[in-house]
């Protein structure tokens, strides 16, 4: 596999893994290619801190595959994340024929999750709800049927639950 794809495949698999979580440290995408038995080749961890990353200039490599939050955290890039201008048509997850066949489902799945994606920018035009209620409901309201909030630059992101 490509090491953009490695990098790829280790977010997709740790957010699989841990829906409450939202983003993960480049140590923390490393250990899970680890536990892969993929050997860490020299590129790792640049594409992960930045050949990968949807908000940061193209460099030499355009992919949207990964995005890094404030924290310097990583989350797999959705549509609708902010991403560079110079990376608007880059590459966002691997093409299924590229990955090892124990991995070609994580395409998919991260499709499917994707199509649920409800994502509003915080004060976007609501009837009857203000930005303060709307970010207020998603922090304290009922949320049995969402895996996780995500804030990032200005978005709100709930994530429907699959089928229990």
């Known amino acids: 596999m490509k090491v953009a794809d490695e990098v790829w495949t280790s977010v997709a698999l740790l957010h699989k893994e841990n829906p409450e979580r939202a983003d993960f440290t480049v140590e923390e995408i490393k250990a899970r290619a680890q536990r892969e038995n993929w050997p860490i080749r020299p590129g790792f961890t640049v594409h992960a801190s930045y050949h990968c990353l949807a908000n940061k200039p193209a460099n030499p490599a355009n992919h949207r595959m990964l995005y890094e939050d404030s924290r310097g955290r990583k989350k797999l890039y959705r549509p609708g ?16 024929q590229d990955l090892l066949p124990a991995y070609q489902s994580l395409v998919d799945w991260y499709e499917a999750s994707d199509s649920k994606l409800d994502t509003v920018r915080i004060g976007a035009k609501m009837p009857g709800t203000s930005r303060l209620g709307l970010l207020r409901n998603a922090i304290t309201g009922d ?22």
């Open 81 to 96: 994340d902010p991403c560079h201008s110079e990376r608007e048509n880059g590459k966002i997850h691997p093409d299924k």
């Open 143 to 164: 949320r049995s049927h969402w895996t996780w909030v995500r804030c990032s630059l200005g978005l709100l992101s709930l994530v429907p639950r699959g089928p229990s």
